[in-house]
Nanobody, 130 residues
């Protein structure tokens, strides 16, 4: 059973930065996709970005709303996923979740669709004030 535990959320002023972490356990192998999603009150869950780390450089993809501001990385030795968030805006306020699925046939860029992810963390809250 894969377990995902997020941390690093908090309150920050607009323009500030935060780094979220997601500690993963219970899986083997490197053929997996991990992702960050977020959900604000009254809104649907939306993708932030993904990473396929079965590659020396990691293959990432981002939602347009965060490109150039957010960076996803993964430390395979520590089984930890990160989300570096810079130039934060009030509209970035949400509960942030990490997610995981294992693939068996090479996928390249991981999907931004929430429905393909099998495991989810409990989330960490990010609040950005103006």
């Amino acid at each position: 059973q894969v377990q995902l535990v997020e941390s690093g959320g908090g309150s920050v002023q607009a323009g500030g930065s935060l780094r979220l972490s997601c500690a993963a356990s219970g899986y083997t192998g490197s053929r997996n996709c991990m992702a960050w999603f977020r959900q604000a009150p009254g809104k649907e869950r939306e993708a932030v970005g993904t990473i396929n780390s079965d590659n020396s450089d990691g293959i990432t993809d981002y939602a347009d709303s965060v490109k150039g501001r957010f960076t996803i990385s993964k430390d395979n030795a520590k089984n930890t996923l990160y989300l570096q968030m810079n130039s934060l805006k009030p509209e970035d306020s949400a509960m942030y979740y990490c997610a995981y699925f294992q693939y068996y046939r090479w996928v390249g860029v991981c999907s931004l669709q929430a429905r393909v992810y099998d495991y989810w963390g409990q989330g960490t809250q990010v609040t950005v004030s103006s």
